[in-house]
């Protein structure tokens, strides 16, 4: 049976978020925690395959013991089953780290579950807005990179085949690769689907696989945490707010409009009449 993967996380609200002004940081306490925005779409993109072709979804995260909401939000919406991978280890933690340790979860996942043949992540979180972690996990499996991807055109379990748009700077990329894969998800893939009754009944009795660092046989410990992360902040600030003056221009006449628009921006009279304005 096909196994999918889904890598996701759990976030403070955006639009909840205030910055402390004394430090500049982020107070992430009182913000609800969400599913990251961008994760959902790579978990309905597995939906819609599983729907379609018959496959077992598998959702990780790594966080707090709290995060067990998130996974439950999946299960809800009908993931198979969920991971948490948590322990004071594994805090900390940058992206090359956490590419680590998702890498070794999808690993042992595989060998718990069957090959996990395709991986889907967001293409980024937005609390942290790297976009790293996913290629750095497909790097450490040594899958078939895919990222930026707005659309899933086809996918043949016989051939393991996929093909997918990407979304570039210059325009739209459609790219066939083979399994396995990972895929990292735009905002445009898709709209989630709403959980069901059924799915939401279970989600409530579900109880996440937690897994720590004495759960993996073959952890380099050296690559966790803190002591695997090399990414240092050297300072973070709140950019200073500009004033910004506005003045709305009136007239009977657009001539008249657009005279007054041309002396406020370069703060001179005009000689005469803007004969070349048509009204209209």
């Known amino acids: 049976m096909l196994h999918i993967a889904v890598c996701i996380k759990q976030v403070p609200d955006s639009r909840e978020m205030r910055i402390d002004p004394k430090t500049n940081t982020l107070i992430r306490q009182g913000a609800p925690a969400i599913v990251n925005y961008f994760d959902l779409r790579g978990l309905e993109a597995a939906l819609q395959l599983k729907d379609e072709f018959g496959a077992r979804v598998t959702v990780l995260t790594m966080g707090p013991p709290s995060a ?19 322990d004071r280890g594994f805090a900390g933690a ?42 750095g996990v497909a790097c450490r499996l040594d899958y ?85 992360s090399p990414t240092v902040v050297g300072r973070s600030w709140v950019p200073e707010q500009k004033p910004v003056n506005t003045k709305i221009l009136t007239g009977d006449t657009v001539n008249q409009v657009a005279e007054d628009l041309f002396t406020a921006l370069f703060a001179t009279e005009l000689p005469g009449k803007l004969g070349w304005v048509q009204e209209g």
């Open 68 to 86: 067990d909401k998130a996974i439950k939000e999946c299960i809800a919406m009908g993931a198979d089953e969920g991971i948490l991978v948590s």
């Open 94 to 135: 940058d992206t090359l780290a956490t590419s680590y340790v998702v890498g070794q979860t999808i690993d042992k996942a595989g060998e718990v579950w069957g090959p996990v043949d395709l991986v889907f992540c967001g293409k980024q979180t937005i609390d942290g807005d790297t976009g790293q972690v996913g290629p």
């Open 144 to 228: 078939e990179q895919l990222t930026y991807v707005e659309k899933v055109e086809s996918f043949d379990p016989n051939t393991r085949e996929i093909v997918v748009h990407r979304h570039l700077e210059d325009g739209v990329e459609r790219v066939q690769a083979k399994l396995p894969a990972l895929i990292t998800a735009l905002a445009e893939m898709n709209k989630p689907r709403r959980a069901s009754l059924p799915g939401v009944l279970r989600a409530a009795r579900y109880q996440p696989i937690v897994w720590t660092t004495n759960d993996f046989t073959d952890l380099d410990r050296s690559k966790i945490g803190l002591r695997g």
